[in-house]
């Protein structure tokens, strides 16, 4: 079952936390991430000690998923299929009747502030009014101020010191009792009330972050009305089959992906697609699940129940991305493991060796050494990563990209090279009449419009549009033939006709005048559709794929954010090929490539860098799922969700830049936090070589750090407004 976790106050306190739980009984597989505030345990494991662990680190299990105050055994955790529905973004609001250490909902908050405020004021208030105190009153004074606001620290690091745990908490109440045992009861006061604002802080960060990727989960519809044998009943979005009718009113999200059958409105898909303008839907259109119908009423056949619409897959992608681990955070976690012991091992050594070898005093140096310790605790370190990454999956997943989790988000940021799909991807994947040659112009149109009427073929399409816009109407032709590969015979008006590729108009020579311009459209890559009847021919269609109309601004973007080669991939002939390059300005192309081969190619320019490959999913799977970094793109095609890292759920590569820029920016702010956390510390350790390092100045070294990091790693959710345009 899946569970909600709040207060969870560092990610090493989180994976701390899930050791132990998997020590319980059915508690093997139990995982629990800091990021989402998710834990995932077996169906038969006892909540009552899952939760007791939980509070002993000031964490608990949200109400709905267990009830805190009376502990009845009827547990209302919500059964994954409706996890959509509830989970996300709704924090009921429930007062646990804990005074939880990082109770981050909004009534936990502003108790929180309001107790630091009165530990501020009574601390304030004592060093004022200490010369005409006692100093016992004093003493007893700053103590409430400390209680006040460490506490809960103070009580969980007992704890932790008692079982040799050593975290931030088991640190901080080491200072504390250190400070009071040197007699400085002013400055412990002042650390417990630091710390108390640092978790705060830190606390708040997370949580806007993971607030920010809550609203974007809330964009799941939680009802629809059902229409049956003409009556209307409003159900839950759980309930619908496939197959059900449902009616969607103006203002209302369309429950699932479907078609429309009647009605007619413009919709918003922005919450699927990134795309901010409305996409005009009549019967026959397929429609998204989540997207919002604008004016109109439509009635659409769901054709796909909500867990497994485009909507349900992203955000279900989206929740786990932010699970999986970076290389970089895998590093951190690693690191911190090792570093705490580390600095345990030089706050001893600080403490015992100059008054032991050098004279120097015992109190000092005690004092000195509980400062490295506080200068030791790894938090803004750990913290350095993950605020960050969720915060750029959540801001291009506004801009409907979605990133599969953070290692690909950290990828995407260093891409040397992509690779791309020509059809489709640079080009809009139907073909269209680019050039015509005619030499009869009474027949010309009209018969190939006659012979090419009933034809589905992509090619006779291109031609029925371009004789459509030229306003001739047509009448049908007869005795119609397909020779495979080559083209069409047909009669029309009592007259043989041919129509196709210069094989199928075999029975004629041509002229040097056809024969000229035959070569001179094919050297421009174009595909010919000729038209002849017995003795001559009447002209020729020169038939190109579409370039879509941003790829070439697209492409010099791409190399403007860090790409340094852009390959084009195609089965195509190398004619057409170096047309659509030479259009677009890719650095490179290759064409007549078959699925293999390009998978080939693929892994031959990985040799050089990290590569990405650009697909519309369906005929690339092989090679997305070879790259380092697949990326689909086109309306959420499923196998594309499925075989990619990254998805664009746009049917162009408009939104790609933007993306990858988001993907530097948070790796450079990963490098920066962790040069800056570093940094202060180490300025902090140096500060004990000619014995500067005061506590205060540890806890704000550290404090500094976190709260730096974790503001900097929220600039990412902050959008442009022309991004979002």
């Known amino acids: 079952m899946e569970l909600r976790v709040k207060g969870l106050s560092c990610p090493n306190c989180a994976a701390e936390l899930e050791g132990e739980i998997r020590r319980l009984e059915h508690g093997q597989e139990a995982t629990l991430s800091y990021n989402s505030g998710k834990l995932i345990v077996n169906d038969k ?93 004093s003493i007893v004074l700053y103590l409430i101020a400390s209680l006040l606001s460490g506490y809960s620290t103070f009580w969980r690091g007992l704890k932790n010191l008692a079982r040799f745990k050593f975290n931030i908490d088991t640190l901080m109440t080491i200072a504390l009792i250190g400070a009071a045992a040197i007699g400085d009861w002013r400055e412990a006061t002042l650390v417990a009330i630091l ?31 059902r229409v049956e044998d ?143 310790l506080i200068v030791g605790c790894p938090c803004a370190l750990i913290l350095s990563s993950p605020i960050a990454i969720v915060s750029g999956i959540t801001r291009n ?9 953070g290692v690909f988000l950290e990828q995407l940021g260093k891409l040397d090279a992509l690779a791309l799909d020509k059809t489709g991807t640079l080009t809009m994947g139907e073909p269209h009449v680019e050039e015509t040659i005619v030499y009869d112009n009474e027949r010309f149109y009209m018969v190939a419009g006659a ?32 020779v495979s590969g080559q083209g069409i015979t047909a009669a029309y008006q009592g007259r043989r006709y041919w129509l196709g590729n210069e094989k199928s108009i075999r029975h004629l020579t ?55 080669r852009t390959v084009m991939l195609t ?38 860098g990290t590569v990405g490959m650009i697909g519309d999913g369906i005929n690339d799977a092989p090679a997305l799922a070879s790259a380092q970094l697949g990326i689909a793109m086109g309306k959420g095609t499923d196998s594309a969700i499925e075989t990619a890292d990254i998805v664009l759920m746009q049917d162009h590569l408009g939104k790609l830049p933007s993306a990858i820029r988001v993907s530097k920016k948070v790796n450079r702010i990963i490098r920066f936090n962790i040069g800056t956390a570093m940094g202060l510390k180490l300025i902090a350790l140096l500060l004990t070589i000619p014995g500067w390092l005061t506590l205060w100045i540890a806890i704000l070294s550290d404090m500094g750090a976190t709260i730096f990091v974790t503001l900097v790693s929220l600039t990412v959710l902050i959008q442009r407004q022309r991004e979002q345009g």
Not at 199 to 218: I, W, Y
Not at 551 to 557: A, D, F, H, L, Q
């Open 45 to 137: 494991i006892s909540l009552e000690q899952v939760s007791r662990i939980l509070r002993s680190d000031g964490a608990y299990l949200e109400s709905p998923a267990y009830p805190q105050r009376k502990h009845d055994q009827h547990d209302h955790h919500h059964s994954h299929k409706h996890d959509h529905d509830h989970d996300h973004g709704h924090d009921h609001g429930h007062d646990h009747g804990h005074d939880h250490g990082h109770d981050h909902g909004a009534d936990g908050m502003k108790r929180i502030i309001a107790i630091l405020s009165l530990a501020t004021i009574l601390y304030i208030g004592t060093i004022l009014a200490s010369p005409y105190l006692a100093d016992s009153t």
């Open 195 to 225: 710390f108390g604002l640092n978790e705060l802080l830190e606390g708040l960060g997370m949580e806007k972050a993971r607030k920010s990727m809550e609203t974007l989960l809330q964009v799941a519809p939680k009802t629809a009305i």
């Open 230 to 372: 003409g009556f209307e009943t409003v159900v839950p979005i759980s309930q619908l089959q496939v197959g059900d009718l449902v009616l969607v009113k103006p203002g209302e999200k369309i429950p699932s992906d479907g078609q429309v059958t009647s009605g007619k409105s413009s919709v918003n898909e922005a919450a699927i697609t990134g795309e901010s303008l409305p996409v005009e839907k009549a019967p026959g259109e397929r429609v998204f699940g989540g997207s919002l119908n604008n004016e109109g009423v439509l009635r659409v056949r769901i054709d796909k129940a909500y867990e497994d619409s485009s909507l349900a897959k992203i955000l279900h992608l989206v929740q786990e991305a932010q699970e999986t681990k970076t290389p970089t955070e895998l590093f951190i976690n690693k690191f911190s493991r090792y570093y705490t012991p580390i600095i345990i091992a030089i706050a001893i050594l600080v403490i015992a060796v100059p008054p032991l070898f050098l004279g120097g005093d015992w109190s000092d140096w005690l004092y000195q050494g509980l400062a490295v």
């Open 397 to 405: 997943a506004r801009n409907g990209i979605l990133v599969k989790g």
């Open 451 to 482: 012979i090419e009427k009933a034809s589905v073929h992509p090619l006779a399409k291109a031609v029925m549009r371009e004789v459509n816009a030229k306003g001739i109407d047509t009448h049908d032709a007869e005795e119609i033939e397909t």
């Open 510 to 564: 041509f002229t040097d005048e056809v024969r000229t311009a035959v070569q001179a459209l094919k050297d421009k890559g174009l595909t010919l559709v000729l038209l002849a009847d017995e003795s001559g021919v009447l002209g020729m269609f020169g038939i190109a794929d579409r370039i879509r109309e941003e790829s070439p601004s697209v492409i010099k973007e791409l190399h403007r954010s860090g790409i340094k």
């Open 571 to 608: 089965g195509d002939h190398a004619q057409t090929a170096a047309k659509v390059a030479q259009a677009v300005g890719v650095s490179e192309y290759y064409g007549d490539l078959l699925p293999e081969d390009k998978v080939a190619k693929v892994k031959e320019l990985a040799r050089t």
